[in-house]
């Protein structure tokens, strides 16, 4: 396992499945509380959501590492805050003592950029792993600056992979199969997704445990739900019965503007419960922590944008059970 340096500028088996008849009913101050199933208390704060806030515990400390949960960083509509999302939030999650690998499957290597990884000088990436090479994963392996973080680097050799694979057998589960010799070490893999719905993303899709979608607080954005609906539904039929929709988490909110209320009241009235109660708000300090090549969380620990994708980590651990 290498070491990064600094480089130039509910989720549960059980969440239930997006499909496109289901519809899903609108949160009240009725709604279940957590896992509980205890109704949200009267006078409790509204979030950004428009749903009452329910109150989530700080994590328990974890007793032993391993069997780890795989979550697809999914949306084929690209701008909607993947990349920084993967980042932060695999960061807030190692904060609270899991241990975390983050899976760079972007050709653009974004991912890896954002952590200060001069990606385009590393001879060894996921692309190695992909494409049958004898390339062992702790040898692609990286540690960040992040305490209980690691990195499976991309750079731009991988988008020759979806033309490697086409004609290997099982092409489709060859992530999944690099992965397997290393998901005993973590509680968490985040898989970070190109914006499209090609080989690299089925292939992410199949090994995942769910999928969790950033979506940018905008219309563009809902329209593109259904066509990743459908590219969901067809791997989980084919490939992946265990692969189920873990949450939608909304980006880029400005609550002072009528359109992002809107587009979040729609979300919200369509997914009910899969829609995290933590929204990620616009604001400049994101793209300085990307240019830093570190999570918000340490380069602007107690930032709004920090905050968010902590309070987002307690509600992924807690829906999770890990």
């Not at 899976?103 to 049958?132: E, F, K, R, W, Y």
């Not at 694979?165 to 970070?192: H, K, S």
């Not at 980006?251 to 899969?274: C, I, W």
């Amino acid at each position: 396992m290498t070491t990064a340096s600094a480089a130039e500028p509910p989720i549960s088996a059980g969440a239930q499945p997006l499909t496109g008849t289901q519809s899903y009913p609108e949160a009240s101050a009725g709604a279940l509380w957590g896992n509980g199933g205890e109704p949200a208390p009267d006078g409790a704060a509204l979030g950004p959501t428009g749903r009452p806030l329910r109150a989530v515990p700080d994590p328990p400390p974890v007793e032993r590492h391993g069997d780890a949960l795989i979550v697809a960083m999914c949306n084929q509509k690209g701008g909607v805050g993947k990349t920084t999302s993967t980042i932060n939030l695999g960061a807030a999650l190692a904060e609270f003592g899991r241990r975390v690998l983050l899976v760079d499957l972007d050709p653009q290597g974004a991912l890896s950029a954002g952590l200060g990884v001069a990606h385009h000088d590393l001879d060894l990436t996921v692309h190695n792993l992909l494409i049958g090479s004898k390339v062992s994963i702790e040898d692609v392996l990286m540690e960040t600056r992040v305490e209980n973080m690691d990195l499976l680097p991309s750079n731009i050799d991988l988008s020759a992979a979806e033309i490697q694979l086409v004609n290997e057998v099982g092409r489709e589960q060859t992530l999944g199969r690099a992965l397997g010799p290393v998901r005993d070490r973590y509680d968490y893999i985040l898989i970070d997704c190109q914006p499209s719905l090609g080989l690299l993303t089925v292939n992410a899709l199949a090994c995942s445990d769910g999928v969790i979608i950033p979506m940018e607080c905008e219309y563009f954005s809902l329209r593109g739900l259904a066509l990743l609906n459908d590219t969901v539904e067809k791997v989980r039929d084919r490939l992946n019965p265990r692969l189920s929709l873990y949450g939608i988490v909304v980006t880029m909110f400005d609550a002072r503007l009528l359109h992002s209320r809107q587009v979040m009241s729609r979300v919200v009235e369509v997914f009910g419960d899969l829609v995290y109660d933590t929204a990620i708000s616009r604001t400049v300090r994101f793209p300085d922590a990307s240019v830093a090549g570190e999570p918000i969380t340490t380069w602007s620990p107690k930032s709004g944008g920090a905050e968010a994708y902590r309070a987002m980590a307690r509600e992924v651990i807690h829906r999770s059970g890990r």
